[in-house]
């Protein structure tokens, strides 16, 4: 399942601010996915099936 814990991409706070939100509740700034993406399970599984994609195509 999909995490839709955000945090605060500034460096503004003492410690990460964590939001359900796009915006920091604090300063404002754009949040972003808390899940760097190389570790997102979502990710991986979208190259699972480029690949097999691939293989069946050729
Ligand atoms: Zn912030």
């Given amino acids: 399942m999909k995490s839709d814990i955000r945090v605060c991409r500034t460096h503004e706070h003492d410690r990460p601010v964590y939001t359900l939100s796009d915006t920091c509740p604090f300063c404002g700034e754009r949040t972003e996915n808390s899940a760097p993406a ?17 293989r069946r195509r050729s």
């Fill in 38 to 54: 190389p570790f997102s399970p979502d990710d991986r599984v979208g190259e699972y099936r480029r690949a097999l994609k691939r």
